[in-house]
C-alpha cells in the first residue's frame, strides 16, 4: 500500500512538472508538434495509406495467395505457414514497419487458434517500407536513392533470416490448403479495409506527435547538451523516434550499416505504435527481444553490399533537397478528406443508434 501511495505521488510531481515545461516551452513544443504533423503528412500518409488499404483487401480476397504463391511453392521447404501467412509475410516487408502487424491482427481475429503463430511471425513481419527508408535514410541524408535502397535490402535479409531461422525450428507444418483460391471482391472489403487503415494510421501519427513532444521536454530539461557532449545526441533521437535520422545530413556514407540497424530495430517510437496496433491481441514478448538481433544482422548485410556496391555516396544535401509539404498536398488533402469523411461517417451512425435508443 506505501509502495502505491509513493508511486501515486512520484507520478502527480510528474504531471505538475510536464505541465509547467508545456506552458513554460509552449513555443517549442509547439513547433515540435508541427514538425511531427509535417512528418506524417509528407512521407507516413502518403508512403503508408494506400499501400494498407491494398493490403488488407489482397489479404480478404484471396489475391495476395495468388500473387506470392510461386514464391511460396519455391520457400514451402523452409516456411512452415500456408499461403495466407506466408502472404503476409511478403507484403509486411513490402508495406512497411504497421503493415505486418495489422494484418496479422486481423489474420487472429478471424482464426484465434494462431495467435501463438502470429506473436512469432511478429518477429520477422517488421520491415519499413522502400519508399519510408528511401526517403528517409537515402534521399534525406545523402541524395540518393541507391543508399536508401541498399538499406532497405539489409532490413528485408535480416527478415528473411530470422524467418528462417523460427521456421526451421517448428517440427509441424501447418496444412496449406491446395484447392485452388477463388478471389472475391466486395464492397465491405474495401470499406473495412480502409476503415481499419484510417484507425491504424491515427495511432501512428498519434505517437509520433506524442514522442516529438517528449523529445522537446527532454531538450528542455538540458539532456541533449550532455549527449551532444557525448555525441550521442543524433543517435538517441534516431533510436527514439526513426524520422530523427534526417539529423544525420551531412554524414559520410560510412554510417549506412548504422542506419540499416536503425531502420532494423525500428526506433522505440515504433515499437511502442506496434504495441498499439496489436491491442493486446499478440504477445510482443518475442517481438522485443527479436530487434537486436534483427538489427545486427541487417548492420552486417549493409557493410558487404556498401562493400561489394562500389557506392560513393556524397553528402551534399542542403535544405533544398528536402522535400517540402508543398510537393505532396494534393496526395495529403485527399488522404486527409477521405479519412475525415469515414470518421464523420462512422461516429455519425453511432450517435444516430444512440439517440434511437
Not at 519510408?132 to 535479409?157: D, K, P, R
Not at 535480416?158 to 466486395?186: D, G
Not at 505504435?273 to 514478448?285: D, F, M, N, P, V
Amino acid at each position: 500500500m506505501k509502495n502505491r501511495t509513493i508511486f501515486s505521488l512520484f507520478i502527480a510531481i510528474a504531471s505538475a512538472v510536464l505541465c509547467t515545461i508545456f506552458i513554460i516551452d509552449s513555443e517549442n513544443i509547439i513547433s515540435a508538434c508541427e514538425k511531427s504533423v509535417n512528418t506524417c503528412l509528407s512521407v507516413i500518409i502518403p508512403s503508408l495509406f494506400a499501400f494498407m488499404v491494398l493490403s488488407q483487401v489482397m489479404v480478404n480476397t484471396g489475391a495476395a495467395d495468388i500473387l506470392f504463391y510461386p514464391i511460396y511453392k519455391i520457400s514451402s521447404i523452409w516456411f512452415k505457414g500456408d499461403r495466407k501467412l506466408f502472404s503476409i509475410f511478403m507484403l509486411s516487408l513490402i508495406g512497411g514497419y504497421p503493415v505486418g502487424i495489422k494484418l496479422l491482427k486481423e489474420y487472429i481475429a478471424y482464426n484465434p487458434n494462431y495467435s501463438a503463430i502470429a506473436e512469432k511471425m511478429l518477429c520477422f513481419c517488421y520491415c519499413g517500407s522502400p519508399a519510408f527508408i528511401i526517403q528517409i535514410a537515402g534521399l534525406t541524408v545523402f541524395n540518393s536513392s541507391q543508399a536508401g535502397l541498399l538499406v532497405y535490402l539489409s532490413n528485408i535479409c535480416a527478415c528473411i533470416v530470422i524467418a528462417f531461422i523460427l521456421n526451421i525450428s517448428e517440427k509441424n507444418k501447418i496444412s496449406s490448403n491446395s484447392s485452388k483460391i477463388k478471389v472475391k471482391l466486395t464492397l465491405n472489403d474495401i470499406t473495412s479495409s480502409i476503415n481499419s487503415s484510417v484507425k491504424a494510421l491515427g495511432i501512428i501519427c498519434g505517437t509520433i506527435v506524442t514522442f516529438n513532444i517528449f523529445l522537446e521536454v527532454i531538450n528542455f530539461s538540458g539532456i541533449t547538451n550532455i549527449l551532444k557532449i557525448l555525441q550521442l545526441d543524433k543517435l538517441f533521437f534516431a533510436t527514439f523516434e526513426i524520422s530523427n535520422i534526417s539529423l544525420y545530413i551531412g554524414s559520410n556514407f560510412d554510417l549506412l550499416p548504422l542506419f540499416a540497424a536503425i531502420t532494423s530495430f525500428g526506433g522505440i517510437c515504433i515499437i511502442v505504435q506496434t504495441a498499439a496496433l496489436s491491442e493486446g491481441k499478440i504477445k510482443l514478448k518475442k517481438f522485443i527481444l527479436s530487434r537486436v538481433p534483427a538489427a545486427l544482422l541487417s548492420s552486417i548485410f549493409c557493410y558487404f553490399f556498401v562493400s561489394f556496391s562500389g557506392i560513393t555516396v556524397q553528402s551534399s544535401v542542403t535544405s533544398e533537397n528536402v522535400p517540402s509539404l508543398s510537393s505532396v498536398n494534393p496526395i495529403c488533402s485527399l488522404c486527409i478528406i477521405l479519412m475525415t469523411y469515414i470518421i464523420i461517417k462512422k461516429y455519425g451512425n453511432v450517435t444516430d443508434k444512440s439517440k434511437n435508443k
